[in-house]
């Protein structure tokens, strides 16, 4: 039986780092690997140096874009239905580190036994896993260094808990649907038979408001896609000119995605180390997917990745979902 959060409260909780090793590949390989190929491209995992972060952060609160306030409102209306669908005593695995309002409030509100945020970069993880710690010192925190796109072990001392897996924020978006059903597999061989997955979902809706979301009149998402070739820049004395280039995301009707580009408006040669990337104009860098789904159809994905849907709850103007799967 677990302790009830009440007694839970009056401990103090454990925190503890486990390194599972993922092999990383190098990020200059990765890089010339993307700008080989036809069309060019680069992941946005390296959207997120220290200045992305911060840019992002400034996205999140932009009148354009609209998913974080609504995901987060989300959460408000609907945490004492998910607090009963879970029960006590679960361990939450969040897939990404995470500090933001969103883990906070489910942390505060469900009170779990334990909690393993997860992330493939651990200098990162470890510091805000401890930051977190600092605010719920109740809470037993195990950070777990995981490639948490494929199947991993959790911590032993989370073996016996009831297992809630938690992906917010429509970062399930940034797969292509093949991929999504690879990654919800996935995690369904680390959650277990009978575990849940919480999961944010932008929806299918009118293309101009999806296209503004990531077309702001200030400028911070264009900044923040152009941040990616600075970070490469700086990492590994790439020289791009960041003046060269320009910021475009349209919706893709075919594919059902916000695809997000940055276009040479010149003739140019850019140089990583001896290694020569020649562009011409209008040559365009594909940075990042961001897939949007009809509930329809991301509940056929979940159940193609092994799971069935339990609830799924969404907004006023059926912007954004939440869904609360079971794994089958």
Not at 193 to 214: F, M, N, Q, S, T
Not at 308 to 314: I, K, L, N, R, S
Request: hydrophobic share 40%; net charge negative; glycine share 8%.
């Amino acid at each position: 039986m677990q302790p009830s959060a009440q007694a839970s409260r009056s401990r103090r909780g454990e925190f503890r780092f486990f390194d599972l090793q993922p092999r990383t590949a190098s990020m200059r390989d990765e890089v010339l690997e993307g700008l080989s190929r036809e069309p060019k491209q680069l992941s946005p995992k390296y959207f997120y140096d220290a200045a992305g972060s911060l840019l992002f952060e400034q996205i999140t609160r932009l009148p354009e874009y609209y998913l974080t306030r609504t995901e987060i409102a989300l959460f408000d209306v609907h945490l004492d239905d998910l607090a009963r669908a879970l029960g006590d005593g679960i361990c939450l695995v969040e897939y990404g580190s995470g500090t933001s309002a969103k883990i906070r409030k489910l942390l505060e509100r469900l009170q779990p036994a334990a909690y393993v945020p997860v992330d493939i970069s651990g200098e990162h993880l470890e510091a805000q896993a401890r930051a977190l710690h600092g605010d719920f010192p109740w809470l037993d925190v195990f950070p777990t260094c995981a490639d948490f796109t494929g199947p991993f072990a959790l911590p032993a001392p989370v073996g016996d808990l009831p297992r809630v897996g938690f992906f917010p924020g429509s970062s399930i978006g940034n797969f292509d649907p093949a991929g999504a059903e690879r990654f919800l597999r996935n995690t369904r061989i680390t959650i277990g038979a009978g575990g849940r997955l919480l999961v944010g979902v932008d929806r299918k809706k009118d293309v101009a408001a999806l296209e503004r979301a990531y077309n702001d009149r200030q400028g911070i998402t264009a900044a923040f896609n152009l941040n990616v070739l600075a970070h490469i820049n700086q990492r590994l004395g790439a020289d791009f000119v960041l003046e060269r280039f320009t910021h475009a995301a349209r919706y893709n009707a075919e594919r059902g995605c916000i695809q997000m580009f940055l276009q040479s408006i010149a003739d140019q040669t850019v140089r990583i180390g001896e290694v020569e990337i020649a562009l011409r104009a209008g040559e365009a860098i594909h940075t990042e997917n961001s897939f949007k789904y009809h509930p329809d159809e991301f509940i056929e994905l979940a159940r193609r990745g092994g799971y069935q849907p339990m609830e799924w709850w969404t907004d006023e103007g059926q912007r954004f979902a939440l869904f609360l799967l079971e794994a089958s």
